[in-house]
């Protein structure tokens, strides 16, 4: 059981460091438009990838536990909801913003600062615990 736990941690610290990625990047290429809409497409499928992979790591570790439902846990499954719903929402506006011909850098940012949030309150919430 260790292993699991410690398998999902691993891909939790992995998807923020992504997520810090997709906070960082859009800034650093501002000044090239290009560049910044290829990597922010790549940015969005790394966070799918370690979204899924977090979740079912998680899942797995939660169901062969054998663990209720606990505080942390319905707090971890209310961010696997909320996370996609937000970076959905993210990707929709950006493509608004991108066909008006504006950057949209500063909105990126804070969604993926709400996004890394969300994640780290989570993470040091289930450790409390």
Known sequence: MDVLIGYHRHLVEAWLVILGLNLILPYALRS???RRVFYTRIGYFAFWAFWSMAAFSGLMVWLFAGRPMTPP?????GALALLPILDGYRAI?????????????????????????????????????
């Open 32 to 34: 090239d438009p290009v």
């Open 73 to 77: 846990v319905i707090l971890m499954l």
């Open 93 to 129: 506006r950006l493509r608004k913003l991108w066909m008006a011909g504006e950057e949209g850098i500063g909105f990126s940012m804070a969604v993926v600062a709400v996004e890394i949030a969300v994640v780290t309150l989570v993470t040091l919430f289930s450790l409390t615990r």
